[in-house]
């Protein structure tokens, strides 16, 4: 597409010392360091994609009446970049990641980032911040494309101008290092998205309607939320903002993409490589009564959640409101989290194209 890009990069002496950033990153969090700059690139109809910029980490100004912050015309994505071997960065399915971020923009009637725009602010912001990607094997360099309505008016339409903005933070996977399987809590008070909604789109009111339903969660000491279908809460449909598997020995069973459930990068990477390890895969729906059912009978081996931000991660009791029941843990979810964490940190080759380098 031919923008271009205007630098204003932090001098040496303005920087992090080393000694600072690894104090920051030593035990990160997620979500909690960001590096020290940030890419910003606007929109209008006139001039469409414009004023590409590499900044210093810094507050955006804001208008009070900013048509995004009223009625919600957020959209994010969320992808992972990776040391490489030979020293390179890598990002996982960042072309997959730019076409679902297309695809997001396009429900909330926004303006569709090209993914050549998309993969160049990428490569930008590391290329500016490339001593903030981790070497350590625990950690990652997160990546958070966002795009928002900047309007100053509160008119009941799409906004007329946008703002994309990509920041970057070290992180270390979502439930930590070597975490236990997880407790979720299934209940049936609220639904994540129902048929025609927005669930298959990554916009940012998806997460503010799920808040009440994850403090419910922690109130019964889980650390996520089971979503049932919106029409009957029977289905299980997703584990927080991640897809979820049944093991059966060595079948997994996944729930379809209906339209209200997000189309996870790491659920296709795990069908995908499920496969090469002799596994194979039914898309089907399952119930929270069949969960139930085949968990305590032991006909179900083992039950996981997969991400960009938990990779893979297993699931060890269901609670319900009346009760709970245990799920066995087996050998399916490590060796899938260890196949995948393969090839997105170049330990072996990548035959389906899915690194995506953003620096040599």
């Known amino acids: 597409m031919g923008i271009a890009w205007s630098r204003t990069v932090l001098a040496d002496?303005?920087?992090?010392?080393?000694?600072?950033?690894?104090?920051?990153?030593?035990?990160?969090?997620?979500?909690?360091?960001?590096?020290?700059?940030?890419?910003?690139?606007?929109?209008?109809?006139?001039?469409?994609?414009?004023?590409?910029?590499?900044?210093?980490?810094?507050?955006?100004?804001?208008?009070?009446?900013?048509?995004?912050?009223?009625?919600?015309?957020?959209?994010?994505?969320?992808?992972?970049?990776?040391?490489?071997?030979?020293?390179?960065?890598?990002?996982?399915?960042?072309?997959?990641?730019?076409?679902?971020?297309?695809?997001?923009?396009?429900?909330?009637?926004?303006?569709?980032?090209?993914?050549?725009?998309?993969?160049?602010?990428?490569?930008?912001?590391?290329?500016?911040?490339r001593r903030w990607v981790p070497a350590d094997d625990s950690q990652s360099l997160y990546l958070r494309p966002v795009l928002y309505g900047t309007d100053a008016s509160l008119a009941l339409r799409p906004a007329a101008g946008y703002r994309l903005l990509v920041l970057a933070l070290v992180v270390e996977n979502f439930f930590g290092t070597d975490a236990p399987p997880v407790s979720v809590w299934a209940g049936s008070r609220y639904a994540r998205a129902s048929v025609g909604g927005t669930g298959e789109a990554k916009c940012a009111g998806n997460y503010a309607g799920a808040f009440a339903a994850q403090?419910?969660?922690?109130?019964?000491?889980?650390?996520?939320?089971?979503?049932?279908?919106?029409?009957?809460?029977?289905?299980?449909e997703e584990m927080g903002a991640m897809n979820i598997f049944f093991c059966y020995g060595d079948r997994l069973v996944t729930p379809p993409l209906s339209g209200t459930l997000l189309p996870g990068i790491t659920r296709a990477s795990v069908l995908a490589l499920a496969a090469d390890l002799g596994l194979t895969v039914e898309e089907r729906r399952v119930s929270l009564a069949d969960w139930r059912a085949d968990a305590t009978s032991g006909a179900m081996t083992e039950a996981f959640a997969c991400g960009t931000a938990a990779v893979v991660t297993p699931i060890g009791r269901v609670v319900e409101r009346d009760g709970g029941f245990a799920v066995g843990t087996g050998p399916v979810a490590g060796r899938l989290l260890a196949a995948l964490t393969d090839v997105q940190r170049g330990r072996v080759e990548d035959v389906r194209g899915w690194r995506y380098r953003l620096a040599e």
């Open 13 to 129: 002496e303005r920087r992090l010392s080393a000694a600072e950033l690894a104090r920051r990153v030593a035990a990160p969090g997620f979500g909690e360091v960001t590096t020290e700059h940030v890419v910003s690139c606007r929109w209008s109809a006139e001039r469409e994609w414009h004023d590409a910029e590499v900044l210093p980490y810094q507050p955006v100004p804001m208008d009070p009446a900013m048509a995004g912050l009223h009625y919600g015309q957020v959209v994010f994505e969320g992808l992972k970049a990776y040391r490489q071997p030979d020293g390179a960065v890598a990002a996982f399915r960042a072309v997959e990641h730019a076409e679902r971020f297309r695809r997001s923009a396009a429900r909330l009637a926004m303006p569709e980032p090209p993914v050549e725009l998309f993969l160049e602010s990428l490569a930008e912001l590391v290329a500016a911040d």
């Open 215 to 236: 403090v419910e969660a922690a109130e019964h000491g889980c650390r996520q939320v089971v979503w049932l279908d919106a029409a009957e809460h029977r289905w299980v």
